[in-house]
């Protein structure tokens, strides 16, 4: 080797260690007031990034099985014609929405499995649902802890909404409005006095009869006894045999459907209870009580927390509604409209925080989200005019009376009534 290579060799080898010396140092840190060269990544933490191409995903609590699934049935097809529209609509911003439903059987240890579930899908943006207040209680305090609003159509437990709960919402009224304008009803419109009060031990059934127990005391009735039964239970017999020994003029009955017809076709077997009236709540308002009663139904009052109905708007949905599901929502349950409302305020909501970044996706933030549900601006739904207070009451309308005449429900007193 001669002493000419040995010296450029030396050179480049000198050269290579300065080179891997300068790329081992540590940047230096930008001046006060001046940028970096090198951008740092975006923060997504607590954001939703729906990417180009991706859909904006809304999840669903629905009680597709259990004591009510016909009524779970009649949400979520109300919730699928809220997509819809807003899908025909552009969607927002070029995404396009997807409902994720999930049964949520009307009970709270699955509300509480599908809570978990959609906790843990970082694309699940918001949740409609559950559909009864058990369920929801299940789902609660999993969404709270993961920063997804949700918005119940149906849940009227009065401890669904609270200043404890700022996920929580719901655009179904409550019971505590219904279980005190039933008991007016009974007491002042009927003038019956002396009523027996009856539960199925669910945290709907027992809280709204709890509540109409003490409103008919209030007004000076006579509460002859308080009973609870189990849903499931399809003997009623013992239980209405004690009821009946108190005399009773009415039976009030908190819970669902197939339960309350059953207990509604019991009475006309018992000795005492033939001519006594029988009076539910709208877990019962489906076609399911009907069946399941017989001819027991005729002559009974049901009870249903109603929304500030748009004729119009009402018309073309229940135009669409029977175009893609092949019947009239009425005769499935009673909160497809609240349902398809809730959809609508958690759209809205989005709408007013999420925002294209310069890679073309969609990013909503939860914590914006969870504020933003409450403070949408008031919109027309199906219902109503809806716009949530500062604890996520979000309804509007009002308590209504049904008697089943020839078979059918026939409004008899309340909100809506000229």
């Given at each position: 080797?001669?002493?000419?290579?040995?010296?450029?060799?030396?050179?480049?080898?000198?050269?290579?260690?300065?080179?891997?010396?300068?790329?081992?140092?540590?940047?230096?840190?930008?001046?006060?007031?001046?940028?970096?060269?090198?951008?740092?990544?975006?923060?997504?933490?607590?954001?939703?990034?729906?990417?180009?191409?991706?859909?904006?995903?809304?999840?669903?609590?629905?009680?597709?099985?259990?004591?009510?699934?016909?009524?779970?049935?009649?949400?979520r097809q109300g919730a699928e014609l809220a997509i819809d529209d807003l899908n025909a609509a552009?969607?927002?911003?070029?995404?396009?929405?997807?409902?994720?439903?999930?049964?949520?059987?009307?009970?709270?240890?699955?509300?509480?499995?599908?809570?978990?579930?959609?906790?843990?899908?970082?694309?699940?943006?918001?949740?409609?649902?559950?559909?009864?207040?058990?369920?929801?209680?299940?789902?609660?305090?999993?969404?709270?802890?993961?920063?997804?609003?949700?918005?119940?159509?149906?849940?009227?437990?009065?401890?669904?909404?609270?200043?404890?709960?700022?996920?929580?919402?719901?655009?179904?009224?409550?019971?505590?409005?219904?279980?005190?304008?039933?008991?007016?009803?009974?007491?002042?419109?009927?003038?019956?006095?002396?009523?027996?009060?009856?539960?199925?031990?669910?945290?709907?059934?027992?809280?709204?009869?709890?509540?109409?127990?003490?409103?008919?005391?209030?007004?000076?009735?006579?509460?002859?006894?308080?009973?609870?039964?189990?849903?499931?239970?399809?003997?009623?017999?013992?239980?209405?045999?004690?009821?009946?020994?108190?005399?009773?003029?009415?039976?009030?009955?908190?819970?669902?459907?197939?339960?309350?017809?059953?207990?509604?076709?019991?009475?006309?077997?018992?000795?005492?209870?033939?001519?006594?009236?029988?009076?539910?709540?709208?877990?019962?308002?489906?076609?399911?009580?009907?069946?399941?009663?017989?001819?027991?139904?005729?002559?009974?009052?049901?009870?249903?927390?109603?929304?500030?109905?748009?004729?119009?708007?009402?018309?073309?949905?229940?135009?669409?509604?029977?175009?893609?599901?092949?019947?009239?929502?009425?005769?499935?349950?009673?909160?497809?409209?609240?349902?398809?409302?809730?959809?609508?305020?958690?759209?809205?909501?989005?709408?007013?925080?999420?925002?294209?970044?310069?890679?073309?996706?969609?990013?909503?933030?939860?914590?914006?989200?969870?504020?933003?549900?409450?403070?949408?601006?008031?919109?027309?739904?199906?219902?109503?005019?809806?716009?949530?207070?500062?604890?996520?009451?979000?309804?509007?309308?009002?308590?209504?009376?049904?008697?089943?005449?020839?078979?059918?429900?026939?409004?008899?007193?309340?909100?809506?009534?000229?």
């Amino acid at each position: 080797m001669s002493n000419r290579f040995t010296l450029l060799c030396l050179f480049l080898i000198a050269a290579l260690v300065l080179v891997a010396c300068a790329a081992a140092a540590p940047a230096e840190e930008a001046p006060d007031g001046q940028a970096s060269l090198e951008e740092a990544p975006a923060d997504t933490s607590g954001k939703v990034v729906v990417e180009p191409g991706g859909v904006i995903r809304i999840g669903g609590s629905f009680a597709l099985t259990g004591p009510i699934p016909t009524l779970g049935l009649d949400i979520r097809q109300g919730a699928e014609l809220a997509i819809d529209d807003l899908n025909a609509a552009g969607g927002l911003d070029g995404f396009m929405f997807e409902l994720v439903a999930e049964d949520g059987a009307c009970d709270g240890t699955q509300g509480t499995n599908v809570g978990n579930k959609f906790a843990s899908d970082e694309t699940i943006v918001s949740v409609t649902g559950g559909t009864c207040s058990g369920e929801t209680f299940g789902l609660m305090p999993i969404l709270q802890e993961a920063r997804i609003p949700f918005v119940s159509p149906s849940a009227t437990n009065p401890d669904i909404t609270s200043s404890n709960c700022d996920v929580c919402n719901r655009v179904a009224l409550s019971d505590a409005l219904q279980g005190a304008t039933d008991a007016r009803y009974v007491f002042s419109d009927l003038g019956l006095t002396k009523v027996a009060v009856v539960h199925d031990n669910s945290d709907y059934g027992k809280g709204v009869a709890e509540i109409f127990r003490n409103s008919i005391a209030s007004l000076g009735g006579d509460v002859t006894s308080f009973e609870g039964v189990q849903v499931g239970d399809t003997d009623f017999r013992a239980m209405l045999a004690r009821v009946g020994a108190g005399g009773p003029e009415a039976i009030f009955f908190g819970g669902y459907a197939t339960e309350a017809g059953l207990i509604a076709q019991q009475m006309t077997e018992t000795p005492g209870l033939e001519d006594t009236v029988f009076m539910s709540v709208d877990g019962a308002f489906t076609q399911q009580y009907l069946q399941a009663a017989g001819d027991g139904a005729e002559g009974t009052f049901i009870s249903l927390l109603a929304g500030d109905d748009s004729e119009a708007l009402n018309a073309e949905f229940d135009a669409k509604y029977i175009e893609k599901f092949g019947v009239s929502p009425d005769e499935l349950g009673a909160f497809h409209s609240q349902s398809y409302d809730s959809v609508m305020l958690i759209a809205a909501a989005i709408a007013e925080v999420a925002s294209v970044d310069d890679n073309g996706s969609l990013i909503i933030d939860r914590e914006a989200l969870v504020s933003a549900v409450r403070t949408v601006d008031a919109f027309d739904g199906l219902t109503g005019t809806i716009r949530c207070d500062s604890i996520g009451e979000c309804g509007a309308g009002g308590v209504q009376i049904y008697q089943v005449t020839d078979g059918a429900f026939v409004q008899v007193s309340g909100f809506g009534m000229e």
